[in-house]
């Protein structure tokens, strides 16, 4: 097992810290849980280098969600990507069983401008997520004024909105894993033709050549089933689309959740094999041996 998705700081903490120790404790519980590698995966979003890529990014979009927009940068991007990565570095260097990896988000027309900023640092795995559609942070069950938004909004129009940004994403080329894939149902609205978009959304993972994650985080959600849902998970091993295995967590208590469930899933759907990174070049890890899991699932 991996767990190819981490971040070291909660989202509502502006102000944070890098230690090299937090790194360790990542890797002891995900050891302890039968995970034989990690990925630091922060959000590209948490990092002053991200400021000119998003400049005037939501200046069409509407008004009060644009102004929370600007306030949900203000608090997040504080913080230097370069020691970020350094950190990662270190601990890699360290011995620890960690891979250097940024959770990418999508940015509408300006991939080009990510892939150029990040080309210059020596990222593992580059994770794909889409978390927000215009200004509109569909996924942020805290917050009730995007939340409002999905009473207001046809669920149908949502979904195809966010199939077309995964398949934006994936034709740009610039991650390596597709993240939550079917992250909105987040909130545990379903379309009509859900089937359609699992196809389409599993054709956007194999004609990139991305991998996709298989996530335990949403089982803490609304709707309560992990990333991807199991008809999507079918239609991605069908494809031969490769995964990882991820919990997203944002803090060590989090660490390889579930990891046992996962590991269930994936024999059910005869996949023995996870994909690990080095230096965004993919190989095979097995699975692993179910007796070395531990308590966490
Ligand atoms: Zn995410
Ligand atoms: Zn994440």
């Given at each position: 097992?991996?767990?190819?998705?981490?971040?070291?700081?909660?989202?509502?903490?502006?102000?944070?810290?890098?230690?090299?120790?937090?790194?360790?404790?990542?890797?002891?519980?995900?050891?302890?849980?039968?995970?034989?590698?990690?990925?630091?995966?922060?959000?590209?979003?948490?990092?002053?280098?991200?400021?000119?890529?998003?400049?005037?990014?939501?200046?069409?979009?509407?008004?009060?969600?644009?102004?929370?927009?600007?306030?949900?940068?203000?608090?997040?991007?504080?913080?230097?990507?370069?020691?970020?990565?350094?950190?990662?570095?270190?601990?890699?260097?360290?011995?620890?069983?960690?891979?250097?990896?940024?959770?990418?988000?999508?940015?509408?027309?300006?991939?080009?401008?990510?892939?150029?900023?990040?080309?210059?640092?020596?990222?593992?795995?580059?994770?794909?997520?889409?978390?927000?559609?215009?200004?509109?942070?569909?996924?942020?069950?805290?917050?009730?004024?995007?939340?409002?938004?999905?009473?207001?909004?046809?669920?149908?129009?949502?979904?195809?909105?966010?199939?077309?940004?995964?398949?934006?994403?994936?034709?740009?080329?610039?991650?390596?894993?597709?993240?939550?894939?079917?992250?909105?149902?987040?909130?545990?609205?379903?379309?009509?033709?859900?089937?359609?978009?699992?196809?389409?959304?599993?054709?956007?993972?194999?004609?990139?050549?991305?991998?996709?994650?298989?996530?335990?985080?949403?089982?803490?959600?609304?709707?309560?089933?992990?990333?991807?849902?199991?008809?999507?998970?079918?239609?991605?091993v069908?494809?031969?689309?490769?995964l990882?295995?991820?919990?997203?967590?944002?803090?060590?208590?989090?660490?390889?959740?579930?990891?046992?469930?996962?590991?269930?899933?994936l024999?059910?759907v005869g996949v023995e094999?996870?994909?690990?990174?080095?230096?965004?070049?993919?190989?095979?890890?097995?699975v692993?041996?179910?007796?070395?899991?531990?308590?966490?699932?």
């Amino acid at each position: 097992m991996l767990d190819y998705h981490l971040h070291l700081w909660p989202h509502d903490q502006a102000e944070v810290s890098l230690s090299l120790e937090q790194v360790a404790d990542y890797c002891s519980a995900a050891t302890a849980a039968g995970v034989r590698e990690v990925a630091l995966t922060e959000h590209l979003f948490r990092f002053v280098q991200s400021e000119p890529i998003v400049a005037g990014l939501f200046d069409e979009e509407d008004p009060a969600l644009r102004a929370s927009m600007a306030r949900y940068w203000e608090h997040h991007a504080r913080n230097d990507l370069d020691a970020y990565v350094e950190l990662a570095a270190a601990a890699k260097a360290s011995g620890l069983p960690v891979v250097i990896g940024l959770e990418v988000d999508y940015y509408r027309d300006r991939m080009d401008k990510v892939a150029e900023l990040l080309a210059g640092y020596p990222f593992d795995v580059l994770l794909g997520s889409v978390h927000w559609l215009g200004a509109w942070r569909f996924d942020d069950l805290g917050d009730p004024e995007h939340m409002a938004r999905w009473t207001a909004r046809e669920v149908d129009g949502a979904w195809e909105a966010y199939v077309g940004a995964i398949e934006e994403l994936a034709a740009s080329g610039t991650c390596d894993v597709l993240a939550h894939l079917d992250l909105v149902k987040v909130a545990g609205h379903l379309p009509a033709h859900l089937e359609e978009h699992w196809d389409r959304l599993a054709e956007a993972a194999a004609s990139s050549g991305m991998s996709a994650e298989l996530s335990s985080a949403g089982w803490t959600k609304r709707c309560a089933e992990q990333y991807p849902a199991r008809g999507l998970l079918e239609r991605l091993v069908e494809r031969g689309v490769g995964l990882t295995t991820a919990s997203d967590a944002h803090g060590v208590s989090r660490v390889a959740d579930r990891a046992g469930d996962l590991r269930d899933l994936l024999a059910g759907v005869g996949v023995e094999h996870l994909l690990a990174f080095e230096g965004r070049v993919a190989h095979r890890v097995p699975v692993g041996d179910p007796d070395r899991l531990g308590d966490r699932r």
